[in-house]
């Protein structure tokens, strides 16, 4: 069985341009979350979607950040214009309706120049 | 609002030490509780899950224990090894549909 995948593992770009973080879930994991590290501070929860409505998204940090899950498979994550504070890891991951762990992908490393 | 404290931040030990590294929370209302690793450059691995009703858990060398009263979990590495070497993070589940709280990690070092 496959793991949590993410895309691209690492990405440079400029301060205001935009770019997008895939996740692919575990296969049918209904829920999908995005976390994301920046330098110095602990993991911190974004948003939670279950199959493609989004339970939570009281982690987001502002209207430049945008998540969708359209069929309820993978999911994106849109940073538009990314800031230098944008730097960081981010952290998808996925459960089982009625299971209790929670699986990380290996994480999308971004850097804002 | 539930906040998640791991101590020491990094620790450093010679090869075959036993060791304990420390989580507290502020709210005892969880749902269950965490130990992940993280090594440089990869994402997280859980290591292993106590529920909020139950006290420990344990796999191979390592063993995890809860005391909800008091806010706090350990987690304890027995017979050290090099390749234990990477940090370690707590984190709280709110409730069974909700979010991970975590904390800020300990980075484990392991001398050969």
């Known amino acids: 069985e496959a793991g949590v995948t993410q895309f691209p593992s690492h990405s440079v770009i400029e301060k205001g341009q935009t770019v997008t973080l895939r996740c692919d879930p575990i296969s049918g994991h209904d829920n999908l979350y995005w976390y994301r590290r920046v330098m110095g501070k602990e993991i911190k929860f974004l948003l939670h979607f279950v199959k493609e409505s989004k339970q939570d998204e009281s982690g987001m940090p502002n209207n430049r950040f945008l998540a969708e899950r359209t069929g309820g498979t993978y999911s994106t994550l849109k940073v538009q214009p990314a800031e230098l504070e944008d730097s960081g890891v981010y952290f998808c991951?996925?459960?089982?309706?009625?299971?209790?762990?929670?699986?990380f992908g290996e994480g999308s490393w971004l850097t804002v120049v | 609002k539930q906040e998640v404290t791991q101590i020491p931040a990094a620790l450093s030990v010679p090869e075959g030490e036993n060791l304990v590294l420390n989580c507290s929370f502020t709210?005892?209302?969880?749902?269950?509780l965490q130990w992940f690793r993280q090594d440089p450059g990869k994402g997280l691995t859980s290591l292993l899950l106590?529920?909020?009703?139950?006290r420990e858990q344990t796999s191979g060398r390592l063993n995890a224990s809860l005391d909800k009263s008091s806010g706090r979990s350990t987690l304890y590495i027995a017979a050290s090894q090099p390749g234990d070497s990477a940090t370690y993070l707590c984190?709280?589940?709110?409730?069974?549909?909700?979010?991970?709280?975590f904390g800020q990690g300990t980075e484990l070092s392991v001398k050969p």
């Open positions: 984190a709280v589940l709110t409730n069974q549909g909700g979010k991970l709280i």
């Open positions: 709210d005892s209302a969880i749902y269950n």
């Open positions: 991951a996925s459960r089982r309706y009625s299971g209790n762990t929670i699986y």
């Open positions: 106590i529920q909020s009703s139950q």
